[in-house]
């Protein structure tokens, strides 16, 4: 359940359903190593707020009956005028409480430092915040916590993809690492090597920076002032639970 970093938005794939991978296909294929009969759906949908999210996504994914329930959400909300992590947390802590009581293991993602991610940094404040309310989220039902914020990793330009806004491959491959320690599943990944970054002139790291605001941040800008989202159109990539085929996948013929 989630939005675009639960879809894979950064993580381009052809062979994956709805064109990008992802930290949770990534997770789904380590996962599915040594289990002919696993299956794996992923409801998750760009641009979704924490409360579309719980309403869109909560009961499909109950109904599902799961052993691992994953939910990555707020992160739009945050980066949003006047938005509230105390109030964002007390609405996922019911449907926390409601994905426990069917007995699946419940996996929340808190979110990253993003001090010095453009744009995103200005909120780093509330994620803070929101994190803190995550973990007793977390205590009180017993769920695991995929603790993004202290991976210092993810503060290299490598892990981040082009829009500055949703994590790269480098980044989905770390993030899944980290995932899959955080619930004690062995696996087999290791952990890659950012190419080295290109010397640039202060002229050139200036162009770049116009080159985004224009292309990225601007459009992003203008969908918020039209209330208008990136999901718009846009189904779940995997609605229902099947095998893995992927590029890392057990089941790949």
Do not use: C
């Not at 299956?39 to 109950?62: F, M, S, V």
């Not at 090597?193 to 941040?217: G, I, N």
């Amino acid at each position: 359940m989630g939005d675009s970093f639960t879809e894979g938005i950064g993580d381009p794939e052809p062979t994956s359903p709805g064109g990008h991978r992802g930290w949770a296909d990534r997770l789904a294929e380590e996962l599915s190593k040594g289990h002919q009969d696993f299956a794996y759906a992923n409801l998750a949908i760009r641009g979704r707020l924490l409360q579309q999210i719980l309403d869109e996504q909560l009961a499909p994914a109950l109904a599902l009956n799961p052993d691992l329930i994953s939910i990555s959400a707020g992160g739009n909300d945050l980066i949003r005028p006047g938005s509230d992590p105390d109030a964002l947390a007390e609405s996922l802590d019911a449907a926390v409480g409601k994905m426990a009581a069917s007995g699946a293991t419940v996996l929340l993602f808190n979110g990253p430092d993003i001090r010095d991610t453009p744009v995103l940094g200005l909120v780093r404040g509330r994620v803070a915040i929101y994190n803190e309310n995550l973990r007793t989220v977390a205590a009180r039902h017993d769920a695991v916590i995929a603790d993004m914020w202290s991976l210092r990793e993810l503060s290299g330009p490598a892990m981040w993809d082009d829009d500055r806004l949703h994590f790269s491959p480098l980044g989905h491959h770390r993030i899944a690492m980290m995932t899959l320690e955080a619930l004690n599943v062995p696996h087999r990944l290791e952990p890659l090597e950012p190419p080295p970054l290109p010397v640039r002139t202060w002229r050139e790291a200036r162009t770049e920076d116009l080159v985004w605001a224009r292309e990225f941040f601007v459009p992003w800008v203008l969908r918020r002032i039209r209330h208008q989202s990136s999901g718009d159109g846009v189904s779940a990539k995997r609605p229902t639970p099947g095998p893995v085929f992927g590029p890392g996948s057990a089941h790949r013929g």
